[in-house]
């Protein structure tokens, strides 16, 4: 997609059959920082409404409030908490109140939980699971039904490069749930295309965020050589370009695509010692 549309549209058109609307509103969740931020700064940039999800409530007004005065949007905020069961039928009954819709659905909310499987007791990982498996398909199965009636709409999960990699000692769940998701976006992109909706799932690699710091591991993380990182905007970009073209899988940054061709083509027990040995000194797997 040439860079002209991707500053001044913000996907498909909608049908001639629904009402003329000036803008698309798309649901970001875990908007009140990091790659979620960024992602609703580009799309109030590129002519989105916005709904802003996290448990930040003052964060998100914060960015609410930039976005309304730099772009003249509509933002609407919902403070939630994903690990709770109900949130995200809470979510998209406020997004949706008054015949409002979504026409884009971001799954962004995520962190890691540190150390190996045994370190944390189960409620912890039972909440990891519910905020970065469960509620992203929650929210695609509710939002997904209207998007198909409109024949028009955009799903992006963000999965990581940790999901088409060997999996390493500790942080146990995380590379599991990205290979999850990734494997969900593709089925339901190809259930889907013939009804209109687009659906992508972004695979960054290391990417500056606030994510490292949320889980105690920046000062491991920064031992990684700088080229192995990648900033926020880049990685944003390149996934609503991805969306807009169409792609079911975006790996962001051409060291992390020749990171993932490199371990398709090793036989799989090379690969996992080589995983093994170089993820040692940046994963805790403690427990």
Same mark, same amino acid.
């Given at each position: 997609?040439?860079?002209?549309? $991707?500053?001044?549209?913000?996907?498909?058109?909608?049908? /001639?059959?629904?009402?003329?609307?000036?803008?698309?509103?798309?649901?970001?969740?875990?908007?009140?920082?990091?790659?979620?931020?960024?992602? $609703?700064?580009?799309?109030?940039?590129?002519?989105?409404? %916005?709904?802003?999800?996290?448990?930040? &409530?003052?964060?998100?007004?914060?960015?609410?409030?930039?976005?309304?005065?730099?772009?003249?949007?509509?933002?609407?905020?919902? /403070?939630?908490?994903?690990?709770?069961?109900?949130?995200?039928?809470?979510?998209?009954?406020?997004?949706?109140?008054?015949?409002? =819709?979504?026409?884009?659905?971001?799954?962004? $909310?995520?962190?890691?939980?540190?150390?190996?499987?045994?370190?944390?007791?189960?409620?912890?990982?039972?909440?990891?699971?519910? !905020?970065?498996?469960?509620?992203?398909?929650?929210?695609?199965?509710?939002?997904?039904?209207?998007?198909?009636?409109?024949?028009?709409?955009?799903? %992006?999960?963000?999965?990581?490069?940790?999901?088409?990699?060997?999996?390493?000692?500790?942080?146990?769940?995380?590379?599991?749930?990205?290979?999850?998701?990734?494997? @969900?976006?593709?089925?339901?992109?190809? &259930?889907?295309?013939?009804?209109?909706?687009?659906?992508?799932?972004?695979?960054?690699? @290391?990417?500056?965020?606030?994510?490292?710091?949320?889980?105690?591991?920046?000062?491991?993380?920064?031992?990684?050589?700088?080229?192995?990182?990648?900033?926020?905007?880049?990685?944003?970009?390149?996934?609503?370009?991805? %969306?807009?073209?169409?792609?079911?899988?975006? !790996?962001?940054?051409?060291?992390?695509?020749? =990171?993932?061709?490199?371990?398709?083509?090793?036989?799989?027990? %090379?690969?996992?010692?080589?995983?093994?040995?170089?993820?040692?000194? @940046?994963?805790?797997?403690?427990?």
């Amino acid at each position: 997609m040439c860079a002209v549309m $991707a500053q001044t549209s913000c996907f498909a058109d909608r049908p /001639a059959s629904m009402p003329p609307s000036p803008r698309r509103r798309a649901l970001v969740t875990g908007a009140s920082s990091g790659i979620g931020a960024e992602f $609703a700064r580009q799309l109030a940039a590129r002519g989105c409404d %916005l709904v802003l999800t996290a448990r930040r &409530e003052e964060r998100l007004q914060s960015l609410a409030d930039e976005l309304r005065s730099r772009h003249g949007i509509d933002v609407q905020v919902i /403070a939630a908490d994903l690990a709770d069961p109900a949130a995200p039928a809470r979510i998209v009954e406020a997004a949706c109140r008054d015949g409002r =819709i979504v026409d884009i659905l971001i799954n962004n $909310a995520g962190y890691g939980v540190r150390g190996g499987f045994l370190a944390s007791e189960w409620a912890v990982h039972r909440d990891f699971l519910q !905020v970065m498996l469960t509620a992203p398909l929650e929210l695609c199965h509710r939002l997904l039904p209207a998007m198909r009636e409109r024949r028009s709409g955009g799903i %992006l999960n963000v999965a990581s490069l940790a999901g088409l990699v060997p999996a390493s000692a500790g942080h146990t769940l995380y590379g599991a749930v990205k290979v999850c998701l990734i494997r @969900f976006s593709q089925s339901l992109a190809l &259930e889907n295309r013939a009804h209109g909706v687009r659906v992508c799932a972004l695979c960054p690699g @290391f990417t500056y965020s606030e994510f490292h710091d949320a889980n105690g591991m920046r000062a491991r993380m920064s031992r990684m050589p700088a080229w192995m990182w990648m900033d926020a905007p880049s990685v944003v970009r390149q996934g609503l370009d991805a %969306l807009e073209r169409g792609r079911i899988i975006c !790996v962001t940054g051409r060291i992390n695509r020749a =990171i993932k061709s490199l371990f398709k083509l090793l036989p799989d027990a %090379l690969a996992l010692r080589l995983m093994e040995r170089r993820a040692k000194p @940046f994963r805790d797997a403690s427990g």
